[in-house]
C-alpha cells in the first residue's frame, strides 16, 4: 500500500473556481483509480490560488491479477475455427488443454492478465484528467495547445516516494514546488503529503482552504474587538477572500467618518464587492464603523502598516467618488430624472422606459383598489417614480443600489415613507428566497413591474424556452405568486393580465399583424396557449417547494377559477380531505364510478350525464345514494359559494357510506335496460357532485 | 519618483527585455489595446514585443477636474509580448521593483478580472493586478482578437500610469503627483500640466460636442473603412475603425445612445475591427 499526492502548480486561479476545482481533481482521479479496479482509503483535495492539491491513501501497487478460463470450440471443428479461438484468446496452440465434457471433447485456453502497475493507470489518469478537465473557462498560453484556467507550470506527481512518469505537454512530472510568492518563492523537493504539507507551512502556504478561512475569522474577529467593533460575518466574502491568499493576514484599516454621510448601502457595496473588505458596525447602535477589515498575502516587514494605508487611500477615493455622485443626484429632484427616461430604451419592441413607467402608473393605481390600505395615488406616485433612479449618477456608476437610490431620492424631495419604501421594494422577490414586500404600496408597484414584464414579453413572443430565459420570465411570474399569496390579495388575475395587455397594443403589429382584431386575437392565444399555461406551471413549481401536490392544483385549477388566493384554500382543504380515511375511501369510489361510467360510455356510444330518475330506483341503497348526493352536492355548492372549503369538503364525506354500500349492494349492468341506464345516470351524478368541488379525474392514487 | 522618471523606469525595463519602444500612436483611443501595435500585431504567427506609452481617452469619465482620481484622458503604459514567456508574471514583478514597489512591504495580488473588448471581438484571460487594494494593471493572454484566434498567445500588460504614480509617490490626488521631479519653481505637477485641460475637455466631452457632426463623423469613418478594407488596405482602414470607436464614446457621453442602441453601435464597430483584422490575416498570408 502507498499514498499518492499530486499537486497542479498554476498561475493565480480564480477564487470562485478554487472550490470546485480541487473537487473535480478528487472525482475524476477517483473514478478513474476505480475503473482500473484499485481501492483506495481516503482520497482529499485542496485548493489555493496557485495550486490544486490531492492526497489518496491506502492504494495498492498494482491492480489485481486476472485469470481466466474459456472454452473454445470441440476438438473435431475446422481447424478455422480453432484459429480464431486462439487469436481471440491470444494463446498458442501448446497453450491448449483438452477436456471432456457431457457433450463432447473441447479445447480450453488459460488466459492470465498480470495486474497493471498503479503509478501507470494514475500516469494515464492524470494526463486525461489534465485534458479534460471542466474549467468554467480555460485558455491557452505561450506557444502551446494545452488548456488550462491560467499557465500550468508544474506537476508533483509522487506514488509512496517514486515519482510517476509522466509528461504533459512538455511539462514533466516531478516532486519539487514553490512556496509564497513572495516569502518563501525557491523551489523544494517533497517526498510525501505529510513532507509536502510540512513544508508548505513552513514555505508560508495554508494548503487547506477551511484553516485559511478559519485564520480570517478568528484574526477579524480579534481586530473588531480590539477596535470595539462588530466584525460583520459574511460567509461568501469568507470563501472569497481565503480564494485570493495563500498565507492570509488580515489588517485593519479606516476612512474618513465624513463620507458616513452616503448611505450605507453604497458604502458597503464599494467595500464589499470592489475591494473584497469586511465592513464593521458598531457595538451601539449597529450602523457602519468607519473601520474594515482587509485580507492581505503578506507577513509585510513593517507589520503591515503600509498596506493597511494604502488600502485606506484607495477605499477613500472610491468612495469620494460615491460621495460625488450622491451630492451631484441631491442637487436635483428625483422627479427632474422622469424626462430622460425617454432616452432609454426598455425593449426595442415594448417601448421606452418612460412608456413602460406610464404602463406601470395605471397598473398600479388599479391593483390598488384590490390591496388592502392602499392609497391608490400613492401606488400611482411610486410607481411613476420607481425607475427614475435609473438616470442618477450613483445608479450609473453602481446598478445594484438601484430601487435603494430611488428611496433616498424620494424621500429627499419629500415624498411619502410609503412612496419611497415601494420604490426600493419594486423589484423584490427577486427570487425564492428573497424577502416579498409586504406594505400595501410597495406590493401594488412590485406587482405592476413584474405584471408589465411578463405580460409585454409574452406579447412579443419571447417567452422563456428550456433554460433560456434571457428575460428572467421564470423569476417574473413567481414573483407575481409570492406577492399575491403571501399577502392574501384576491386578485382577478385574468383580468388584470388582460388590463396590462391594453396599452401593448401599438407595439404588437409585427406579431399580430395589421388591425385591432389581429391583435385581440394574437392576445386571446397568447393568453389561453401561453400565459395562462405558463402561470399555472409557475404555480405548481411554486407550490411543489411548499410541498403541495401538483396533481392537486390541476384539479383546482381545472375548475376555471383565477384567484391564486382561493385556488390555494381550496387545494389546501382538499389536501387536507384527501389525507383523511373518508377522503381516500371516496376518491376511491369515485374513481371506480368514472371507470365504469367510461367503460360504458365508450361501449354503448353515448354520455350518461343525466339526473337519476327517481321513479327507476329499485334498492334501498340506490335511493339512499340518490338522497344524499341531492344533498350534499347542494350543501357542497353552498359552502362553495361561501367559500368555506371544509364544510364542502364535509359535505363531499357524508357520500362515503351511501357509495360504498352502493358498490356492495347494487349491479349496476342490471339487466333491465331502463334500470341499467339510471344506474349509470346515478353513477354520473356522482362524478359530477364530486366535481363541484375539483377535478377528480387529475387527482392521482 | 517622479511621473516622467517612472514611465521612462518602464520603458528602459522593458526595452532591457527586448521590447521595440514605440511612441504614442497618433489618433485618439480608449485604450493602449487600440494601437494597431498590440490589435493587430497579436494576430499571426510572428513573435512581437512591443512597449509604449498611449494617451488614453474615455470622455464618460471626464469630472471637471474636480475628482482626485478620474480622468477622461489618462495615460496607460503597454507591454505586448508574444508569444507570452513562461516567466512573465515575474518579469512584470521586476518591473513594479523597477519603480520602487517593495514586494516585500506591500500586498501585491493577482485577482480574476477577464478581459473583453466588445468593439474589437477580443478577449483573454488574466487579472486586475492589485497593489494594497489598488488596481494598478492589468494582465491578459489574448486568446482572440477580431474574432480570430491568437496563436501562439500574446501576455499583454497594461499600467494605469497616473494610479501607479499615485501608489508609489503616496498621493491622494492625481493633480498633486509630481510631474517632472525638478526642484523650487521649475518643479511641475500633473495639475500644472493637466488640471485646466480636464475642465475643459471634460465640458467639451459633455456639453459642447456637436452630436449631428459626431453622427456625421460616425458613419463617415464607416463607409472609409469599408471601401479602404474593399482597396486591401488594412492599416488605413483600421484607423477609420479607432475613429468610429472614438467617435462612438463622445456620443455615448452626450447621453444621446440609448441602451438598445448602444449595442448596434458597438457591434458596428465590431464588425469594422473584424474587416481589418481579416483583412491584416490575408495581406500576410497567414492561414486562419
Given at each position: 500500500m502507498s499514498d499518492l499526492l499530486i499537486e497542479l502548480f498554476s498561475e493565480e486561479i480564480p477564487a470562485r473556481m478554487q472550490k470546485k476545482a480541487s473537487e473535480d481533481l478528487r472525482d475524476m482521479m477517483t473514478a478513474a483509480l476505480k475503473e482500473a479496479g484499485l481501492t483506495f482509503e481516503i482520497a482529499t483535495a485542496y485548493a489555493t490560488p496557485r495550486r490544486l492539491t490531492l492526497t489518496v491513501t491506502g492504494l495498492p501497487e498494482k491492480t489485481a491479477d486476472i485469470s481466466e478460463e474459456r472454452r473454445g470450440p470441440r476438438v473435431d471443428a475446422p481447424e478455422k475455427a480453432l484459429e480464431g479461438f486462439m487469436r481471440g484468446a491470444g494463446v498458442t496452440r501448446d497453450q491448449l488443454e483438452e477436456r471432456e465434457e457431457k457433450k463432447g471433447t473441447f479445447f480450453f485456453a488459460r488466459i492470465e492478465k498480470p495486474g497493471r502497475a498503479t503509478t501507470e493507470v494514475v500516469a494515464e489518469a492524470l494526463e486525461a484528467t489534465v485534458r479534460n478537465f471542466p474549467w468554467p473557462k480555460s485558455q491557452r498560453w505561450g506557444d502551446g495547445n494545452l488548456r488550462w484556467v491560467r499557465p500550468l507550470h508544474s506537476i508533483i506527481c509522487l506514488f509512496g516516494s517514486a515519482i510517476v512518469d509522466l509528461e504533459i505537454d512538455g511539462i514533466k512530472a516531478g516532486n519539487t514546488t514553490r512556496g509564497h510568492r513572495f516569502m518563501a518563492p525557491e523551489a523544494f523537493e517533497v517526498s510525501d503529503f505529510a513532507d509536502y504539507s510540512a513544508k508548505l507551512l513552513d514555505a508560508k502556504v495554508v494548503l487547506d482552504p477551511a484553516m485559511r478561512m478559519a485564520k480570517i475569522a478568528e484574526a477579524a474577529e480579534r481586530l473588531a474587538a480590539e477596535r470595539g467593533v462588530d466584525w460583520v460575518e459574511d460567509k461568501g466574502l469568507l470563501a472569497e477572500v481565503a480564494g485570493l491568499v495563500e498565507w492570509p493576514v488580515p489588517l485593519m484599516g479606516s476612512f474618513d467618518p465624513s463620507f458616513m454621510e452616503v448611505p450605507e448601502e453604497v458604502l458597503i457595496l464599494t467595500m464589499k464587492k470592489d475591494q473584497k473588505y469586511f465592513v464593521t458596525r458598531d457595538k451601539e447602535n449597529g450602523k457602519l464603523a468607519p473601520y474594515f477589515i482587509t485580507v492581505s498575502n503578506l507577513e509585510a516587514k513593517d507589520g503591515g502598516a503600509a498596506v493597511a494605508t494604502g488600502n485606506g487611500r484607495v477605499i477613500a477615493a472610491r468612495l469620494a467618488d460615491a460621495k460625488f455622485f450622491w451630492e451631484q443626484d441631491l442637487k436635483g429632484k428625483l422627479e427632474d430624472n422622469l424626462p430622460a427616461l425617454k432616452d432609454i430604451v426598455f425593449h426595442i419592441e415594448l417601448g421606452r422606459m418612460s412608456d413602460r413607467v406610464a404602463r406601470m402608473k395605471a397598473l398600479a393605481g388599479f391593483l390598488a383598489e384590490y390591496i388592502d390600505g392602499c392609497d391608490p395615488a400613492e401606488a400611482e406616485r411610486a410607481a411613476e417614480l420607481a425607475k427614475a433612479d435609473l438616470v442618477s449618477g450613483m445608479v450609473y456608476e453602481f446598478p445594484e443600489v438601484q430601487g435603494i437610490m430611488g428611496r433616498y431620492y424620494a424621500k429627499a424631495q419629500g415624498e411619502s415613507d410609503a412612496v419611497a419604501d415601494a420604490i426600493r421594494d419594486h423589484y423584490a422577490p427577486a427570487g425564492p428566497s428573497d424577502a416579498c414586500p409586504s406594505a400595501p404600496v410597495s406590493v401594488a408597484v412590485a406587482l405592476a413591474e413584474k405584471i408589465d414584464t411578463l405580460v409585454g414579453f409574452f406579447a412579443i413572443d419571447k417567452r422563456p424556452t428550456g433554460s433560456k430565459d434571457p428575460y428572467a420570465l421564470r423569476r417574473a411570474a413567481l414573483g407575481i405568486l409570492r406577492l399575491i399569496t403571501e399577502n392574501d390579495i384576491r386578485l382577478p388575475l385574468e383580468h388584470v393580465l388582460g388590463l396590462a395587455a391594453r396599452p401593448l397594443k401599438p407595439y404588437l403589429e409585427l406579431h399580430a399583424g395589421a388591425g385591432e382584431d389581429a391583435i385581440l386575437k394574437h392576445l386571446e392565444e397568447t393568453f389561453e396557449q401561453h400565459l395562462l399555461p405558463f402561470f399555472a406551471d409557475r404555480l405548481k413549481v411554486q407550490q411543489r417547494d411548499l410541498g403541495v401536490r401538483h396533481d392537486l392544483i390541476d384539479a383546482v385549477y381545472a375548475k376555471g377559477d383565477d384567484d391564486l388566493v382561493r385556488i390555494l384554500a381550496r387545494v389546501s382543504a382538499l389536501s387536507a380531505f384527501l389525507d383523511t380515511d373518508d377522503g381516500a375511501n371516496l376518491l376511491a369510489g369515485y374513481k371506480r364510478a368514472a371507470n365504469i361510467l367510461k367503460i360504458e360510455e365508450k361501449k354503448d356510444e353515448r354520455s350518461y350525464d343525466q339526473a337519476a330518475d327517481a321513479g327507476l330506483l329499485h334498492d334501498p341503497e340506490e335511493k339512499a345514494l340518490h338522497g344524499a348526493l341531492a344533498t350534499a352536492t347542494s350543501d357542497a355548492a353552498a359552502a362553495l359559494n361561501a367559500e368555506d372549503f371544509e364544510k364542502a369538503m364535509a359535505a363531499l364525506s357524508t357520500l362515503r357510506a351511501p357509495i360504498d354500500a352502493f358498490f356492495d349492494k347494487v349491479t349496476v349492468n342490471a339487466d333491465d335496460a331502463a334500470v341499467r341506464e339510471n344506474r349509470l345516470a346515478l353513477l354520473s351524478e356522482i362524478r359530477s357532485a364530486v366535481n363541484t368541488v375539483a377535478d377528480f379525474s387529475l387527482i392521482e392514487g | 519618483m517622479p511621473f516622467q522618471k517612472m514611465l521612462l523606469t518602464l520603458q528602459n525595463y522593458w526595452a532591457d527585455q527586448g521590447c521595440v519602444i514605440l511612441q504614442p500612436y497618433d489618433m485618439e483611443m480608449g485604450a493602449g489595446t487600440f494601437h494597431p501595435a498590440t490589435t493587430l500585431k497579436a494576430l499571426g504567427p510572428?513573435?512581437?514585443?512591443?512597449?509604449?506609452?498611449?494617451?488614453?481617452?474615455?470622455?464618460?469619465?471626464?469630472?471637471?477636474?474636480?475628482?482626485?482620481?478620474?480622468?477622461?484622458?489618462?495615460?496607460?503604459?503597454?507591454?505586448?509580448?508574444?508569444?507570452?514567456?513562461?516567466?512573465?508574471?515575474?518579469?512584470?514583478?521586476?518591473?513594479?521593483?523597477?519603480?520602487?514597489?517593495?514586494?516585500?512591504?506591500?500586498?501585491?495580488?493577482?485577482?480574476?478580472?477577464?478581459?473583453?473588448?466588445?468593439?474589437?471581438?477580443?478577449?483573454?484571460?488574466?487579472?486586475?493586478?492589485?497593489?494594497?487594494?489598488?488596481?494598478?494593471?492589468?494582465?491578459?493572454?489574448?486568446?482572440?482578437?477580431?474574432?480570430?484566434?491568437?496563436?501562439?498567445?500574446?501576455?499583454?500588460?497594461?499600467?494605469?500610469?497616473?494610479?501607479?504614480?499615485?501608489?508609489?509617490?503616496?498621493?491622494?490626488?492625481?493633480?498633486?503627483?509630481?510631474?517632472?521631479?525638478?526642484?523650487?519653481?521649475?518643479?511641475?505637477?500633473?495639475?500644472?500640466?493637466?488640471?485646466?485641460?480636464?475642465?475643459?475637455?471634460?465640458?467639451?466631452?459633455?456639453?459642447?460636442?456637436?452630436t449631428d457632426k459626431l453622427f456625421e463623423d460616425f458613419k463617415k469613418a464607416q463607409e472609409e473603412c469599408a471601401k479602404l478594407l474593399e482597396a486591401e488596405l488594412p492599416l488605413p482602414a483600421y484607423e477609420q475603425c479607432i475613429k468610429s470607436s472614438h467617435t462612438f464614446n463622445l456620443l455615448d457621453a452626450r447621453g444621446v445612445i440609448s441602451v438598445t442602441e448602444r449595442q448596434a453601435y458597438i457591434g458596428r464597430v465590431r464588425d469594422l475591427a473584424k474587416g481589418c483584422c481579416e483583412a491584416w490575416i490575408k495581406k500576410n498570408g497567414w492561414e486562419v
Open positions: - | 510572428e513573435p512581437w514585443k512591443a512597449a509604449y506609452v498611449q494617451p488614453c481617452r474615455r470622455p464618460t469619465d471626464g469630472r471637471y477636474g474636480e475628482n482626485p482620481m478620474r480622468l477622461q484622458h489618462y495615460y496607460q503604459f503597454q507591454v505586448i509580448l508574444k508569444p507570452s514567456p513562461e516567466n512573465m508574471q515575474e518579469l512584470y514583478l521586476g518591473s513594479l521593483k523597477a519603480i520602487g514597489i517593495d514586494a516585500e512591504l506591500h500586498d501585491i495580488r493577482f485577482v480574476e478580472d477577464d478581459w473583453e473588448s466588445p468593439t474589437l471581438g477580443a478577449w483573454g484571460l488574466g487579472w486586475e493586478v492589485w497593489c494594497d487594494g489598488m488596481e494598478v494593471s492589468q494582465y491578459t493572454y489574448f486568446q482572440q482578437v477580431g474574432g480570430f484566434d491568437c496563436k501562439p498567445v500574446s501576455g499583454e500588460l497594461t499600467y494605469g500610469l497616473e494610479r501607479l504614480a499615485m501608489f508609489v509617490q503616496g498621493v491622494d490626488n492625481v493633480y498633486d503627483l509630481d510631474f517632472n521631479g525638478a526642484p523650487g519653481d521649475e518643479n511641475k505637477t500633473y495639475g500644472d500640466v493637466f488640471l485646466e485641460n480636464e475642465r475643459q475637455q471634460s465640458a467639451y466631452n459633455f456639453e459642447h460636442a456637436d
